[in-house]
């Protein structure tokens, strides 16, 4: 099954929906949003709907990390992240994102009208796999130990 990432906003609170098997190949519409997102001038939040992802790697991991960590930086608060998925939960909770989201099964946002991302020319995909998982790793010591080899070998091509 394939993937897709919708966005919307109300009130400068912003949703990004996932959908899905979601992989690599999204990121890169996934961080370009997120940086405008995060320039707009009525930014006031985000929240992260996983609630109808199937899977999720971790180059998708990293940059949701990135996001969350952005958002602290500008405001000192942690996003909130909805997950209903038990094996979803539990991959979130190994690479420590309890420490970076606020994860909650439900959210009172329902009525928000979202867009598709499109798809972005791919052709910095190495790089943003590499500082995907360099964030991954700084988040807790068992993500520095699983993705030091990978990015290593990244590093190293």
Same mark, same amino acid.
């Not at 939040?45 to 709907?49: L, M, T």
């Not at 995909?125 to 998982?133: F, P, T, Y």
């Given at each position: 099954m394939s993937g897709n990432i919708c966005v919307g906003a109300i009130d400068g609170t912003y949703v990004l929906k996932f959908n899905g098997d979601i992989? @690599?190949?999204l990121c890169g519409a996934l961080d370009a949003f997120c940086e405008r997102m995060l320039d707009a001038a009525d930014f006031r939040?985000?929240? @992260?709907?996983l609630a109808d992802t199937i899977a999720i790697d971790s180059t998708a991991l990293g940059c949701l990390a990135r996001l969350s960590l952005a958002v602290q930086a500008l405001q000192d608060k942690i996003p909130t992240l909805i997950c209903r998925s038990q094996d979803v939960r539990r991959v979130l909770l190994n690479m420590g994102f309890d420490d970076v989201f606020a994860i909650v099964q439900e959210s009172a946002l329902h009525s928000i009208e979202l867009v598709e991302l499109p798809e972005v020319d791919e052709s910095q995909?190495?790089?943003?796999?590499?500082?995907?998982?360099k964030i991954l790793m700084s988040l807790n010591d068992s993500n520095r130990e699983t993705f030091k080899t990978l990015v290593e070998a990244l590093e190293s091509e």
């Open positions: 992989r @690599v190949g939040g985000v929240i @992260v709907d995909s190495r790089q943003r796999v590499i500082e995907a998982h």
